[in-house]
């Protein structure tokens, strides 16, 4: 995965592109997710059709389409 790639999620209700690179997650993304402190996950921003921008693990998405 890389900046520019369009991903879907696992369920195909949102649609993307990437805007950050894939990265560890941080102690202020464990709220995101619902996680316990300590645990640690591969995280896309991706920015979505509405705009907004969102926080997803590189396991919840998949690559549509490569970016160039």
Request: glycine share 12%; net charge negative.
């Amino acid at each position: 995965m890389k900046v520019g790639d369009l991903v879907r999620d696992d369920f195909y209700e949102d649609c993307g592109i990437i805007v950050s690179g894939p990265r560890l997650s941080e102690d202020c993304d464990l709220v995101r997710f619902g996680s316990m402190d300590g645990d640690v996950y591969h995280v896309v921003d991706v920015l979505g059709l509405d705009g907004t921008l969102r926080l997803f693990t590189t396991d919840e998405v998949r690559i549509v389409s490569e970016g160039r």
